[in-house]
Every structure is written in structure tokens, then in C-alpha cells.
């Protein structure tokens, strides 16, 4: 690679420090590099994004349209890092590798969740529904591939990718998945049920969402977010739908670690 942007987070790196390393070090090698604020490139242009930040700050990163073609990879300014894979004591070796062409493309699902009457939005994470405001339990009918699954009673639905089942979906107990895979995860959020478990569909299975009204035929008012952003209020009478995304999001991959191991190494160390 010869052209790179930088994206910050600029809570993790108050004072520029390690934005400063790596622009400064890229250059010196002959690299043409942009701050993502100063980045004017042209669609499908072949530039990588660095990532400085923790996770947040790559889910951050890759809803901006311009990086959606191009690979990227992460610096670890965070706590476990899952999706930011070079730690600050490596950045000038795993750069050499970066410049040399040294890494793999990782493809990573994405996901299209969209609500009733608005539009559609990617999520490299999970699109999850959740309760707003009120305590209460709720219901609601989902649907696979216009099939009755189910009537839930909890207090949301996580609809998760690979990538992001050492999210949020494995804080509310879903399982693990190897970030390659092609598969979606469905995960009830504290559901009101001794058997209510995760399901795994496949990656081109639909799921639809039904808000009914309550059992007391109350309207109820729930929270539908995308990679914990883009935040709409969905009501009784709306559905929501996820599939798959035809857009993809290009990790370039530096370790030889399998994904068992990094994930040991991750979990243990924190």
C-alpha cells in the first residue's frame, strides 16, 4: 500500500501522539498520507484506513462511505480490541508489513437492518432492539424467511454478525463465532423464559421483527440501533427487517494467530 488515511479517535489520542508516529513514519517510507478530516479521495480509490482508537472507533470508522471499498485495520487504543488487531508497542513493524503488502484481506458480513417507513442502514456489529425508557417486559413476533419463529417476551432482540458476537451478544450469553463465518446470530436480551436460547440462522436466511401491541393492548415503544448508533424509536404496528448486506467490509489481517488463539489471548489478558 502507498496511500493511506488516518482515522482518530480523538479521546484516545488527546494530544495527537500516536497520530504524529504513524503519519510521520509512513511518510518518511515514501507513503502519501491524509488525516480522514483532510481526506479527499475519489470512490473505489485503492488508500487503506488506520484506525486509532478501541473497537467503537472502528464501528465509527467504517459507516463512513468512503472506506467501504478500501481495506482497514486498527491501532489498540482501547481495552480488548477484538476488531483493532495492532498494539501500540508494534505499529512501526506491523506498518513495514502494511507497506510491503505484507497482510491478508479478511471479508467480514455485514448486516442491512431496516425499520417501517425509513431506510435501510449497514451494521458490522449487530442491529439490536431494545427497551426505551420503561421497565417493562415486552413482546414481540419474529419472523425467518416470512416464518413464524416466535412470540418473545424479554426486553429486546440482538440480531448479530460473526464480528459481533464477542459484543454485546456474548455479553447477553449468545455464542462465539469465528469473525469469517457466514452466519447470523439471534440473541434475546434478559428474555421472561427458562428456554429462550440464542438462534443461528444462515447468512441468507431474512428476519423480520412484528411490535405488537401489548397484552393489554397497551402501544409499545421500543429502541432499534445499528452497531449501538443511528437510533429510531419503532412502535406498536412497525416491523423491522435484517438480511445481509451486498456490501462487505475489507479487514486487512497482519497475525497468524487463528481465531481460537487471539480470542484466548484477548480473554485472558483482561
Known amino acids: 500500500m502507498k496511500k493511506f488515511v488516518i482515522y482518530k479517535n480523538p479521546y484516545k489520542d488527546k494530544n495527537?501522539?500516536?497520530?504524529?508516529?504513524?503519519?510521520?513514519?509512513?511518510?518518511?517510507?515514501?507513503?502519501?498520507?491524509?488525516?480522514?478530516?483532510?481526506?479527499?479521495?475519489?470512490?473505489?480509490?485503492?488508500?487503506?484506513?488506520?484506525?486509532?482508537?478501541?473497537?467503537?472507533?472502528?464501528?465509527?470508522?467504517?459507516?463512513?462511505?468512503?472506506?467501504?471499498?478500501?481495506?482497514?485495520?486498527?491501532?489498540?487504543?482501547?481495552?480488548?480490541?477484538?476488531?483493532?488487531?495492532?498494539?501500540?508497542?508494534?505499529?512501526?513493524?506491523?506498518?513495514?508489513?502494511?507497506?510491503?503488502?505484507?497482510?491478508?484481506?479478511?471479508?467480514?458480513?455485514?448486516?442491512?437492518?431496516?425499520?417501517?417507513?425509513?431506510?435501510?442502514?449497514?451494521?458490522?456489529?449487530?442491529?439490536?432492539?431494545?427497551?426505551?425508557?420503561?421497565?417493562?417486559?415486552?413482546?414481540?413476533?419474529?419472523?425467518?424467511?416470512?416464518?413464524?419463529?416466535?412470540t418473545y417476551l424479554a426486553d429486546g432482540m440482538i440480531v448479530s454478525t460473526p464480528t459481533g458476537s464477542t459484543g454485546y451478544n456474548l455479553s447477553a450469553g449468545g455464542p462465539i463465532a469465528n469473525p469469517a463465518s457466514e452466519l447470523i446470530i439471534l440473541t434475546p436480551i434478559c428474555p421472561h423464559s427458562l428456554y429462550s436460547r440464542s438462534i443461528i440462522l444462515s447468512s441468507n436466511d431474512e428476519v423480520r421483527i412484528d411490535i405488537p401491541a401489548s397484552k393489554e393492548g397497551d402501544i409499545q415503544e421500543m429502541e432499534l440501533s445499528f452497531d449501538g448508533a443511528g437510533k429510531r424509536i419503532v412502535k406498536t404496528g412497525e416491523s423491522i427487517t435484517v438480511k445481509r448486506s451486498e456490501a462487505k467490509i475489507k479487514f486487512a489481517k497482519l497475525g497468524r494467530d487463528s481465531f481460537l488463539q487471539v480470542l484466548n489471548k484477548k480473554m485472558s489478558e483482561k
Open 16 to 150: 495527537g501522539t500516536i497520530t504524529e508516529r504513524v503519519r510521520t513514519y509512513l511518510k518518511e517510507k515514501g507513503a502519501e498520507v491524509s488525516l480522514f478530516s483532510d481526506y479527499r479521495g475519489e470512490p473505489g480509490e485503492d488508500v487503506m484506513t488506520i484506525v486509532l482508537g478501541g473497537d467503537g472507533t472502528m464501528l465509527q470508522a467504517i459507516r463512513e462511505p468512503e472506506f467501504m471499498n478500501g481495506p482497514v485495520i486498527g491501532i489498540n487504543l482501547g481495552t480488548l480490541g477484538f476488531l483493532t488487531e495492532i498494539e501500540t508497542g508494534s505499529i512501526e513493524s506491523a506498518l513495514d508489513r502494511l507497506l510491503a503488502d505484507d497482510f491478508t484481506i479478511e471479508n467480514r458480513l455485514l448486516l442491512e437492518g431496516s425499520s417501517s417507513g425509513a431506510g435501510s442502514v449497514n451494521a458490522l456489529n449487530d442491529v439490536v432492539l431494545s427497551r426505551s425508557g420503561s421497565l417493562r417486559i415486552f413482546s414481540f413476533d419474529i419472523f425467518v424467511n416470512g416464518q413464524p419463529l416466535g
